[in-house]
């Protein structure tokens, strides 16, 4: 009897530290998991922030998706006889960027202001002022599905002084999300700066100059 009471507290003890030390090699397993997984992590370029994303570069002419519209950049321009009626105050002239716009998306949509920026030509404003349809000189207000609009970006300058033969332009995506509050509304928020565009002086749109006074 005794005998057997001795092997079963034998046997006892030896599960105890068997499933202990299974236990142990578990929660060993796991600690040492969680401590490398920020390495690996790393490695690959998870951790990686918006300001360590380099942008692309590009050249005008070249398509770019910018999430809400598609956008070939043309030419800049800088000229005090384009929308003089629009100039806020302090402002003597504007800096337009011509350019291809197209909407991929099923409906209409309103141009975003924040696709662009040209901090390189020391605008009055980071967001552009308006936005033209180049072929009448009116000021955009939708993008149909699918249909190609030229079109221009103006901001306003207090110095309209040459900025050379060639300017950078920041280009931002937007990405688009159901509103909470209007459901069947979309929502867009810009997106880390996605490429750097050199673009050429070119002329201004003729349908966009006013006459001389």
Do not use: C, K
């Not at 810009?190 to 750097?196: G, K, N, R």
Request: glycine residues 8%.
């Amino acid at each position: 009897m005794r005998s057997r009471q001795r092997a079963a507290a034998v046997l006892g003890r030896a599960w105890r530290s068997a499933t202990a030390t299974r236990g142990r090699q578990v929660a060993t397993g796991v600690l040492v998991g969680l401590l490398l997984a920020p390495i690996g992590i790393a490695a690959v370029g998870g951790f990686a922030t918006a300001d360590e994303i380099e942008p692309e570069g590009l050249a005008a002419g070249q398509m770019m998706d910018l999430g809400q519209v598609e956008v070939r950049v043309e030419h800049f321009f800088v000229s005090d006889r384009v929308y003089t009626s629009g100039l806020p105050e302090g402002a003597s002239a504007w800096f337009g960027l011509v350019a291809e716009v197209v909407n991929p998306r099923p409906e209409e949509v309103v141009m975003h202001r924040d696709l662009f920026r040209v901090p390189a030509a020391n605008p009055l404003q980071d967001e552009p002022s308006t936005t033209l349809i180049a072929s009448d000189a009116g000021i955009l207000v939708m993008l149909e599905p699918d249909l190609p609009q030229r079109v221009v970006t103006l901001w306003p300058l207090t110095d309209p002084a040459p900025l050379g033969d060639e300017i950078t332009v920041e280009a931002y995506p937007v990405a688009a999300t159901d509103s909470l509050f209007f459901p069947g509304d979309i929502l867009w928020s810009t997106q880390p700066l996605q490429a750097v565009v050199t673009v050429p002086l070119g002329e201004v749109p003729a349908d966009l100059l006013e006459e001389e006074q």
